[in-house]
């Protein structure tokens, strides 16, 4: 097959950080050629800079037979480049035949309306995907905004196609589809680089892999001769152990008990009577999209929300009303969200983080004084019973990782000795290796007979590590089910609204 794109030995440094290192890539006609690495590897910086949008501070790109000098996205795309963002770049306000024809060209005037709609359908057509010309962009899920951003692609006449994490946002339904129109494409022949840091989506869709860890491309592989455990090590620079094992556990007596709960934000009800138990030794995962009132759920039962009607008990204690201080020192442990806002002080160090939630307890306070030593020992104690890097307890949180702030994080609760543990989105943007490690921690909670809540937007790990689930949708629990009785295109549609009963809409 022919090359269709060839990059040699680039390298962009920005202040402190070397983005690409030295970076090769080589991409054929006809195949799907992904880019695998975690976060921060540099895999955007290197598509930003074939899309000109970054100039490298050396090394070169040809596309074809073509000499790319990165002088502007706008030459990029004359060239035959196209790619589609992380973040979509289209005008809600307008219609999809207006997106795909208008976008990116402003002071273009004489839009002709009609030819256009007709213009935009045959190229839909063409590719077969299945798109309104005159839907508002607006009203458009996420996965058909997406198509409305390779569609304006294909009307520039790309030659090749990027997508950056397109499978980021999408629901597993829509991730499907997607996978659909990309296969499609490649049997039309045009080459797409495919950028993920999932290694199952990356073995199921493309040809070749390339593997970037610190800014460098460590290796290109056939991805039918490769094996999830070798693309892990080599994305991660170390052997990861790829598989939780999680042993069957009897469900003990329950620790938190909600019935009914009703919570409101702003004027909207965002949880509405929702009822669910979660016992000792269990994972009860919650599953569902972005946005359906989970994260308001969570923060009703930590206390930051309060619950408008219904009542919630800990160990059959009635703390519906209690103070988020009082939950906690009762046995709630948080693992919020976001950890740089609610999670840690940032401009703290390690040690003040750690007792956070205790420093003005024996034995780190005594009558009103902080108590440096047994700090520091605890601090230390964490830091390697939690494998926190670097292993310095003075550094400021700020400065150290994603995966090892969420280390730090998680230290702290578990250390407190919990009843139940919430862990809301534990390991969003980790590495494979931190991942690993927090869900072996949850893992580790669960056989000690604590209860744990995990929410989460990712079905992969609620699957993997839940005794059972259940599917928010729109404020409500779709249904609880015990993990191995649904199968994860049933839980799709479920975070949907699919009523799995009836097959219709809710
Ligand atoms: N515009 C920028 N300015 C400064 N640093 C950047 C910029 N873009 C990316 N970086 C840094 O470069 C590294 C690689 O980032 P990126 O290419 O976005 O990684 P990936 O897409 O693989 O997650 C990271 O350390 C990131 O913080
Ligand atoms: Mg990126």
């Known amino acids: 097959m022919r090359t269709c794109l060839e990059v040699r030995e680039i390298t962009k440094s920005f202040p ?73 770049m289209l005008i809600p306000a307008l219609t999809v035949a207006e997106n795909v024809v208008l976008g990116g060209e402003p002071g273009r005037i004489h839009y002709r309306r009609k030819e256009n709609v007709e213009i935009v359908r045959q190229l839909a057509k063409q590719y077969h995907m299945e798109l309104d010309p005159d839907a508002k962009v607006g009203d458009l899920t996420v996965g058909l905004q997406q198509r409305v951003e390779i569609l304006k692609v294909f009307y520039r006449k790309a030659k090749l196609l990027i997508l950056d994490e397109p499978t980021a946002m999408l629901t597993p339904q829509e991730v499907e589809e997607l996978i659909l129109v990309m ?89 509405k009577k929702v009822s669910f138990e979660v016992h000792r030794g269990e994972i009860f995962g919650l599953a569902g999209i972005d946005g359906n009132g989970q994260f308001e759920l969570v923060e009703a039962i930590t206390g930051l929300l309060p619950c408008k009607t219904g009542r919630i008990r800990l160990l059959g204690k009635d ?28 401009d703290f160090e390690l040690t003040e983080n750690f007792v956070l939630r205790d420093f003005s307890k024996a034995p780190f306070a005594r009558l009103g004084q902080m108590q440096v030593k047994p700090i520091e020992e605890y601090a230390t104690r964490l830091s390697e019973d939690f494998d926190v890097r670097p292993r310095r307890i003075h550094a400021l949180a700020q400065n150290l990782s ?105």
């Open 16 to 88: 402190g950080v070397l983005a690409n290192d030295h970076v090769n890539l080589t991409v054929r006609e006809g195949e799907i050629h992904a880019i695998l690495g975690e976060n921060g590897a540099g895999k955007s910086t290197l598509v930003k800079i074939i899309y000109g949008l970054y100039k490298p501070d050396s090394g070169s790109i040809r596309l074809y037979d073509q000499e790319l000098n990165f002088a502007s996205p706008r030459q990029a795309i004359e060239a035959g480049i196209g790619m589609v963002h992380q973040h979509f």
């Open 183 to 271: 296969e499609r494409l490649r049997s039309q022949g045009v080459p797409i680089v495919f950028i993920s840091h999932k290694l199952d989506e990356v073995q199921r869709i493309s040809d070749h892999v390339t593997v970037m860890r610190a800014g460098k491309t460590v290796n290109t592989v056939e991805t039918k001769s490769t094996t999830p455990q070798e693309l892990a090590n080599l994305m991660v620079g170390r052997e990861v152990v790829l598989h939780v094992s999680k042993l069957p556990q009897k469900l003990g007596e329950p620790v938190l008990e909600l019935v009914d709960i009703v919570v409101s934000s702003g004027r909207n009800e965002k949880v």
């Open 319 to 346: 703390i519906t009303s209690s103070s988020v201080q009082h939950r906690t020192n009762a046995g709630i442990a948080y693992i919020p969200q976001d950890r740089q806002l609610d999670g840690l002080v940032m």
């Open 402 to 506: 994603g995966g090892n702030q969420q280390k730090v994080i998680l230290a702290r609760e578990v250390s407190r000795n919990p009843e139940l543990l919430i862990a809301a989105q534990p390991t969003r943007g980790l590495d494979v290796g931190a991942i690993q490690f927090i869900h072996n921690k949850l893992l580790e909670l669960r056989s000690d007979g604590k209860a744990i809540l995990l929410v989460s937007l990712e079905l992969d790990e609620i699957l993997a590590l839940s005794d059972r689930i259940g599917v928010f949708y729109a404020g409500r629990l779709m249904g609880i089910f015990p993990s191995g009785q649904v199968t994860r295109e049933q839980l799709g549609l479920l975070m949907t609204g699919v009523d799995l009963g009836s097959g219709g809409r809710l």
